[in-house]
């Protein structure tokens, strides 16, 4: 008998969800959910499939703390494997950053380790109230493998993201809300609802122009502000014939709500 999916996935109207399915297990991260996570992404990105932002959430009390430690501490002996397992995890986090759909995160109990770092992939984060972040790693003596060292300093700073490392503590929803690790705290049984509500109002938005803004502002964030505003002032001019755009002009003049293809 086959093992259920670490991960199921969905599509309510124009949303695809993919929700980490392992509550008893924290959710935490192995093999197959990040496999689950990858097919979630390419059939979501198809054309015709009609999703314009992605939904990560989880079951049960926890959002995800970390990788599956008995998966790490088999391949641990093997350093291919191991390789591998890390540098999968890596890739399939880089996909979230670079699809070209906004991708929206619901955390709610705690978001540790690799949970933050799949937190720290999605463009806008909703928490609820009960909600904590942070990464244990410096407690037994291990680096962060999915991305921790990078992505906390740029989301709060460098002192605050190695101050976050240093000491493995937990933030509260609020703080992370005031530090920007996070857009927005919700009560609990409203994070869901909340979140999708958020990712039905993008779906009305131009799937074009929301891929470029990400593209530009994530490119962006590696280049200096020069070459950054030269980025964006080439796919202004590159994006002025598209038809979403002559709708959106179109609507504007009218008066009326654009109606994006």
């Not at 972040?133 to 993201?161: M, N, S, V």
Request: aromatic share 8%; charged share 25%; glycine share 10%.
């Amino acid at each position: 008998m086959n093992a259920p999916s670490p991960v199921l996935v969905s599509q309510l109207e124009a949303v695809g969800i993919i929700e980490l399915a392992r509550p008893e297990k924290f959710n935490c991260l192995s093999t197959a959910a990040y496999e689950a996570i990858e097919a979630a992404i390419n059939a979501f990105e198809k054309p015709d499939s009609g999703v314009r932002a992605i939904l990560i959430r989880a079951q049960g009390k926890h959002f995800c703390t970390g990788a599956d430690l008995a998966e790490f501490k088999a391949l641990r002996v093997d350093s291919d494997k191991l390789k591998h397992f890390l540098g999968f995890g890596h890739a399939v986090l880089k996909r979230l950053e670079a699809s070209p759909l906004p991708v929206v995160g619901a955390c709610q109990g705690l978001a540790l380790a690799g949970g933050s770092e799949l937190m720290l992939a999605c463009d806008v984060i909703f928490a609820s109230k009960d909600a904590k972040f942070g990464d244990q790693h410096a407690q037994y003596g291990l680096l962060p493998g999915w991305g921790g060292t990078q992505r906390f300093p740029r989301a709060i700073g460098l002192r605050r993201g190695l101050d976050l490392l240093f000491t493995a503590r937990w933030l509260d929803a609020e703080t992370a809300l005031s530090w920007g690790l996070v857009n927005y705290v919700v009560e609990s049984d409203k994070l869901w609802d909340s979140a999708l509500e958020y990712c039905n109002k993008l779906a009305t938005r131009s799937r074009v122009g929301l891929a470029g803004m990400k593209r530009l502002a994530r490119q962006g964030m590696d280049m200096t502000l020069e070459a950054g505003l030269k980025l964006e002032e080439e796919a202004v001019h590159a994006g002025l014939t598209h038809e979403d755009v002559t709708e959106g002009l179109a609507a504007f003049e009218a008066r009326r709500t654009p109606v994006f293809k």
